[in-house]
């Protein structure tokens, strides 16, 4: 299976700092998730967003979608350090409702 | 609602025996699971897709015998390794779809962490 690519592989920033991470996939899609993971725990589903959709917010998340460039961004606001994790995107490009995910963004949130 | 448990959520086993690894989605009907690999540092690999009722199909490179699934209602799927190695040590992570009005979406367990001595 394809994995998409996310950049960057780690961020670092302070509380109260926006995070940026980007993903990009290779084919076709109906639509892309977004989830975070922390340190040795399952995944919390944050956002989907369909490929007629361009943006999505969820409270402090905002994710755009470009199909033309297959790429996507999701902006934490105002970061917190409970926002450490790993963040992952994830495509519906398997077919068969099948997630393709991105090789992650780890973000670390300083106090 | 749309949870998912798994049972148990780490073990640590001698090589060469056999580990089964539950799945359930507690408050609605799966029709589909699926079984992901993630090894330390790294993204989650699908290893299978599950149907209740019907064969598992398994991704490329991942061997039906040796990683055993069986979908046997639409709320439990079950994962055996059999004479699991220490390269089998890993964290296992299910998800389940086929929530009402949520279909588009998978709902992932906390994940079972394999240890093989």
């Known amino acids: 299976s394809q994995q998409g690519e996310e950049d960057p592989q780690a961020l670092s920033i302070q509380e109260g700092e926006n995070a940026t991470m980007n993903c990009s996939y290779k084919?076709?899609?109906?639509?892309l998730q977004w989830y975070r993971q922390n340190s040795g725990r399952g995944l919390v589903h944050l956002i989907l967003i369909r490929s007629n959709e361009r943006e999505k917010h969820s409270g402090r998340l905002r994710v755009t979608l470009d199909t033309s460039k297959k790429s996507s961004s999701l902006l934490i606001t105002a970061s917190r350090a409970a926002d450490t994790a790993s963040y992952f995107c994830?495509?519906?490009?398997?077919?068969?409702?099948?997630?393709?995910f991105g090789a992650g963004t780890r973000l670390a949130v300083h106090p | 609602g749309a949870v998912v448990s798994q049972h148990p959520s780490w073990v640590i086993c001698k090589s060469g025996t056999s580990v089964k690894i539950e799945c359930r989605s507690l408050?609605?009907?799966?029709?589909?699971m699926f079984w992901y690999r993630q090894f330390p540092k790294q993204s989650l690999m699908l290893m299978a897709t599950?149907?209740?009722?019907?064969?598992?199909?398994?991704e490329q490179g991942v061997e039906k015998d040796k990683f055993l699934i069986n979908h046997a209602s639409l709320t439990l799927s079950t994962l055996t390794v059999t004479s699991a190695h220490p390269e089998d040590s890993s964290f296992y992570i299910c998800?389940?779809?086929?929530?009402?009005?949520?279909?588009?979406?998978?709902?992932f367990g906390p994940g079972t962490r394999l240890t093989v001595l």
């Open positions: 084919t076709s899609i109906n639509n």
């Open positions: 994830a495509t519906d490009a398997g077919g068969y409702n099948k997630l393709i």
């Open positions: 408050d609605f009907q799966a029709t589909t």
């Open positions: 998800s389940a779809s086929g929530a009402s009005g949520r279909l588009d979406e998978q709902f």
């Open positions: 599950s149907n209740e009722g019907s064969k598992a199909t398994y």
